[in-house]
């Protein structure tokens, strides 16, 4: 049987360029004459913006450093250990770098054995251990204070999660087994499972005291000073900390039944990572932690080895590296400075972008429409938003007067526009209308301004064709809910310059949006996508499918919500509006259903009616529906989608609408939603067959998404 040291150093010759924490070992005599007390401070020598992790050489660093005070420990030369971390940061957890470059099992079990073996010594020193959790805590980096026998919190700690179910793993190196036996297993629960799969939730340092993982809070000015004089205290019997009695009857099952309901409503059983966490919390009531932390070791090892991490990892990647540096954005140089921003329109759409840019730029706003009460409407939500954020404590009341002062409306453009720097139009999806628009502002903007449309589908080419600098037009699309959505598809046309183009993207970095480039092509990426792959429900349902078989073909997909659903939110009329453009523009691969026309025409809002709380087909609906008489599998059905989802990608890629096949899955997490675990969607088609079946070919190369060869 290998020692911890040698599979350490196995792991880190797989491993060459990790950035090493180091476990700086540092004794002092603590307050109040309570001893001499050794402190291992986590640190990788860079600064808070390149947090600390675990990979296998900063593992066997702390391990020497454990060896250190583990023999002072037996020998009586101090009375207590602690761990903290560098400024701001404690640790964020394994190293995912060093996961991805994995190819046998037998090296993934050992990344799980490795950080047990490491972590478990904490708790079996001669004298008690804490954990100082004074910054972000991840992953790993909360399972290390997990081990130890104390823990105090920062008041001022940002971030504190186990991520890893969000990310396709289980929390492996304790965290399944110590935390339920912490706090009980609702709890654990909630941060394991719930937090994770909504979208990685974070907890701040005062949750994490009340959720009991921490005994002590204090601020953080003097937080390790402060921990210093209660950890004396505790020693010198002067402080005693309570924990609650966990129950490990019929309350523990229930908290895993309500974990598995919820694991059920996020990825409907087509991602392993959470039934797999909740099987080892199910286990853990017996209180048998070596058993846990044998299941923690096998269940890291099999999903290190399976798809979906590979895919989660992918996707995470993407959002923090590729989503910062987008795909074929001019120099940043060439970005003008917008001091001022026009909003054509005062609708909802309108005043959710006049909102955003109003926060995150901090300069003037002004909005147009074609009536007074409609330009105070605009206005009015505005600083209804604005007074939201205030009550809930977001902004001050200065910051609140400054940012309502710099909101206005005006039905004049020549007045609103005459020093904007960047105007946005959100008027009605018509290609006409939004001509007419960009015009009149044309005509009133200074030479410099940029001119920015949030179409969805129609081309931004034709809709700078009729003015004098048609260079100056770029595609601004944001994704509904604006707010929420982190996608920003900037679409350049065929005659905007490369200094339009820079300004757009240094517009979104300061929106902090994820911006994708895309070719002026109809619909761009996400929206030609959803309307195929929506489309292609639709007809399946006209050929005669019936529409519950329709909607749980795709289930095994983990997609946020059900086509259907998804229909009722963007709004049967545009979605039959979307198809319409897709349609003239790809008329073999796009239909028009004529019974999503029928649902349009008789005014209904979607398909469902929410009489019993769930979604239940709506019998007017029913009855419009006209459907033949070929009837589907769920598996047919969900082949059929597939293929066209594929084809459709193919061919987008073919013709240069994005970059790579990256950029569509940046675009379908951030944009749709679409679940880490699918890695967007090229390698969920490459893992399933489903791209050499269509293509002859895979969308990426094996190894990336993908376990490597």
């Known amino acids: 049987m290998s020692t911890t040291a040698e599979l350490l150093k196995q792991a880190s010759e797989l491993f060459p360029d990790e950035v090493v924490t180091s476990a700086h070992v540092r004794h002092f005599d603590l307050p109040l004459g309570a001893g001499r007390f050794a402190l291992i401070t986590l640190d990788n020598g860079h600064d808070h913006t390149k947090p600390t992790t675990f990979g296998p050489a900063s593992l066997a660093n702390l391990n020497t450093a454990i060896d250190q005070v583990e023999k002072e420990a ?115 629960v909630s941060v394991i499972i719930e937090n994770s799969l909504n979208q990685n939730k974070q907890l701040k340092g005062k949750q994490v005291f009340e959720l009991g993982i921490a005994d002590a809070i204090f601020e953080g000015a003097d937080f390790l000073e402060q921990s210093l004089i209660w950890t004396a205290a505790v020693l010198k019997g002067e402080l005693e900390i309570e924990r609650p009695v966990i129950d490990r009857g019929e309350a523990w099952d229930q908290a895993v039944a309500k974990g598995r309901f919820i694991a059920d409503s996020k990825v409907h059983g087509a991602a392993p990572a959470a039934y797999r966490a909740l099987d080892i919390i199910a286990a853990a009531k017996n209180g048998d ?64 972008l006049a909102l955003l840019f109003l926060r995150r730029l901090e300069v003037p706003v002004v909005l147009t429409d074609i009536d007074q009460e409609r330009v105070d ?105 604006v707010a929420v959505l982190p996608l920003l598809e900037i679409v350049r046309g065929e005659k905007t310059d490369d200094a339009s183009l820079a300004t757009a993207f240094g517009v979104a970095k300061k929106l902090k949006k994820t911006a994708v480039l895309t070719k002026d092509a109809p619909a761009f990426v996400v929206n030609r996508i959803l309307t195929r792959f929506m489309g292609e429900i639709q007809n399946v349902i006209d050929e005669g499918t019936p529409v519950e078989v329709a909607e749980k073909a795709v289930e095994p997909l983990g997609l946020p919500m059900s086509p259907l659903v998804l229909l009722e939110l963007v709004g049967p009329a545009i979605g039959l509006h979307v198809s319409e453009t897709l349609n003239r523009a790809f008329p073999d691969r796009f239909t028009v259903s004529p ?115």
């Open 289 to 352: 932690l070596q058993q846990g932390y044998d299941a923690e070791d096998k269940a890291l090892a099999d999903l290190i080895m399976g798809g979906e991490l590979r895919a989660g990892i992918y996707a995470f990647n993407l959002v923090q590296k590729r989503g910062k540096r987008p795909a074929g954005a001019p120099d940043k140089s060439l970005a003008r400075p917008v001091t001022k921003v026009g909003v054509v329109g005062a609708g909802l759409m309108a005043s959710q």
């Open 74 to 188: 037996a020998d009586g030369e101090i009375i207590g250990v602690g761990i903290t971390g560098k400024p701001f940061i404690f640790a964020v957890g394994a190293d995912l770098k060093g996961v991805e470059i994995l190819k046998e099992y037998e090296h993934a079990l050992a990344i799980g054995k490795g950080g047990h073996e490491v972590f478990k010594r904490l708790s079996k020193l001669a004298v008690p251990t804490f954990a100082y959790y004074n910054g972000a805590a991840m992953g790993g980096g909360v399972e290390v204070g997990l081990h130890c026998t104390y823990r105090t919190v920062s008041a001022a700690l940002p971030a504190f999660s186990l991520p890893e179910v969000f990310l396709g793993l289980v929390p492996g190196w304790g965290g399944c087994t110590l935390l339920p036996n912490l706090i009980g297993p609702e709890k654990a």
């Open 595 to 709: 019974n999503l026309a029928a649902v349009v025409k008789a005014g209904k809002r979607g398909f469902y009616v929410y009489d019993s709380g769930k979604p239940e087909l709506d019998p007017e609906v029913a009855a419009l529906l006209k459907q033949g008489d070929t009837v589907l599998t769920e598996e047919q059905v969900r082949d059929r989608v597939l293929d066209a989802v594929a084809q459709e990608i193919g061919i987008m890629l073919d013709e240069g609408v994005v970059a790579e096949a990256q950029d569509i899955d940046l675009c379908l997490i951030t944009g749709a939603g679409w679940p880490f675990h699918l890695g967007g969607i090229t390698p969920y088609l490459d893992r399933e067959g489903v791209s050499e079946r269509v293509n002859g070919k895979r969308f990426l190369a094996p190894g990336v998404a993908s376990v490597p060869a």
């Open 377 to 481: 409407k605009g206005v009015g939500y505005v600083h209804a938003e604005i007074d939201k954020l205030l009550g809930k404590g977001r902004i001050n009341q200065d910051k609140a007067n400054r940012l309502k002062a710099l909101v206005s409306g005006v039905l004049d453009k020549a007045e609103g526009f005459a020093d904007a720097d960047f105007v946005i139009e959100a008027v009605f999806e018509e290609m006409g209308v939004k001509q007419k628009v960009f015009a009149e502002v044309e005509a009133v903007a200074p030479a410099h301004a940029i001119f920015a449309t949030n179409t969805s589908s129609l081309s931004v080419s034709e809709m700078a064709s009729k003015l004098k600098h048609p260079e100056r037009v770029v595609g601004f699309h944001f994704f509904n809910p």
